[in-house]
């Protein structure tokens, strides 16, 4: 089974931190995204990579980057949390669009 | 440009009710369809999918047959379980991309 892993299930962090999320898959896949989940908004896409150094903003990049060195590796990066970036977190990754995506179990992330 | 439209929840059924969320599509030519199901707390996990006309795709249960007359791919089950309550999301990639378009999901409560 193809695994996406998500390095924190829950992070609270402080307003003004830098905040890195980890994401790291397992089946040598090209495309990698990220999301935010928010009640009554559905899935949002903030940043996808489909190969290594290469990234394209999504729908709501402002306030975050993302980093991809490695093939298996993509992050995101919040540069300075404010507290709406309080929300769930959610990375996948795929390969040529015919068998979807396979996502981590999420991130919730809370900035006080 | 291509687009999901699913019903809005929530939904909440009966333990052994039948189920139905509705699905309609936008799309330039035939793309793959997908059905997402996150449980609470989870990311999202890929449910089933069917990748032309007429296919039917199953899986627990649940099936969804594409259909290009009424540009529908209704998920149905035929007796639900406590165990069903999540939130699904209908999907299906952008033209000549792929990326996934997400509808905005429906929560589905089943009461015992």
């Known amino acids: 089974d193809v695994k996406v892993t998500q390095s924190s299930r829950y992070l609270v962090k402080r307003t003004g931190e830098k905040v890195f999320l980890e994401c790291v898959q397992d089946m040598d896949h090209e495309n990698m995204f990220w999301y935010r989940q928010d009640p009554g908004l559905g899935l949002r896409l903030i940043y996808f990579s489909y190969d290594v150094k290469m990234k394209e903003k999504g729908d709501i990049p402002e306030g975050y980057s993302v980093s991809r060195e490695k093939k298996e590796r993509f992050s995101l990066i919040l540069e300075s949390a404010s507290t709406n970036q309080t929300s769930m977190y959610l990375c996948a990754s795929e390969t040529g669009g015919v068998d979807g995506y396979t996502f981590g179990s999420g991130t919730r992330l809370t900035v006080v | 440009g291509d687009s999901v439209t699913q019903m809005e929840g929530p939904v909440t059924l009966s333990e052994e009710a039948f189920l139905t969320i509705n699905c309609t599509y936008t799309a330039t030519g035939y793309p793959s369809l997908f059905w997402y199901v996150q449980y609470p707390g989870e990311g999202l996990q890929l449910l089933l999918k069917a990748t032309k006309a007429d296919d039917k795709g199953s899986n627990k249960g649940f099936e969804a047959t594409y259909r290009k007359e009424t540009t529908s791919f209704h998920l149905e089950k035929g007796s639900v379980q406590v165990s069903d309550s999540a939130v699904y999301f209908c999907?299906?990639?952008?033209?000549?991309?792929?990326?996934?378009?997400f509808g905005k999901g429906t929560k589905l409560s089943v009461i015992p």
């Open positions: 999907a299906l990639p952008g033209a000549g991309s792929y990326q996934l378009t």
